[in-house]
């Protein structure tokens, strides 16, 4: 397997130092330090024929300050009592994602899928794309519930190959649902 880290455009709006990769501005763009889309489906198109598999890192907690769903859909965000949007730990350069929402559940499934399908069809005519996801801080979501629909729905849609979900999880008790 063939793992990269978070390809992402890094948020600029409250970046810290030379910001975090895992403050990213958009779920379906390449940051251009690292190529191009469709480099990134070259190098999986020759992993695939070298019999490796490719995995992508994504944060499903959150998201930078300068994402677009943060003016086009702050309801995908958690908000605190005052209704300002959160952020967990000393992330300041992020906002939070709000999974009770179930569009927000959809909107990220669409992510999944986009990556999963994104480098074109394969010689059978199939999606192609990365073969799965190492999962920042999965536990960190507000409603854990949504892994099942997503994956399942995932697997489903992809049966013709074996997907990886590999997700960051801290203490057995955030490992048990």
Not at 6 to 23: N, Q, W
Not at 43 to 59: G, N, S, W, Y
Not at 129 to 143: K, Q, S, T
Not at 145 to 152: L, R
Request: charged content about 25%; some cysteine.
């Amino acid at each position: 397997v063939l793992y990269l880290m978070p390809p992402y455009p890094i948020g600029e709006e409250g970046c810290k130092g030379i910001g975090s990769p895992y403050s990213i501005q958009s779920f379906k763009d390449v940051h251009t330090e690292h190529g191009t889309k469709d480099e990134l489906a070259e190098l999986v198109r020759r992993a695939h024929k070298a019999r490796m598999k490719v995995i992508i890192d994504i944060t499903p907690n959150h998201t930078s300050r300068d994402h677009a769903w943060f003016t086009e859909h702050p309801e995908y965000y958690v908000k605190d009592e005052q209704g300002n949007i959160f952020f967990d730990l000393d992330w300041s350069d992020t906002a939070k994602l709000d999974y009770t929402n179930p569009a927000l559940g959809r909107e990220m499934t669409t992510v999944y899928d986009y990556w999963l399908s994104y480098a074109g069809a394969d010689a059978n005519g199939r999606p192609e794309g990365v073969d799965g996801f190492r999962l920042d801080m999965a536990h960190f979501i507000n409603d854990r519930g949504f892994w099942n629909e997503a994956v399942s729905q995932l697997r489903e849609k992809h049966a013709h190959r074996e997907l990886l979900f590999l997700a960051e999880c801290y203490g057995t008790s955030n490992n048990l649902d």
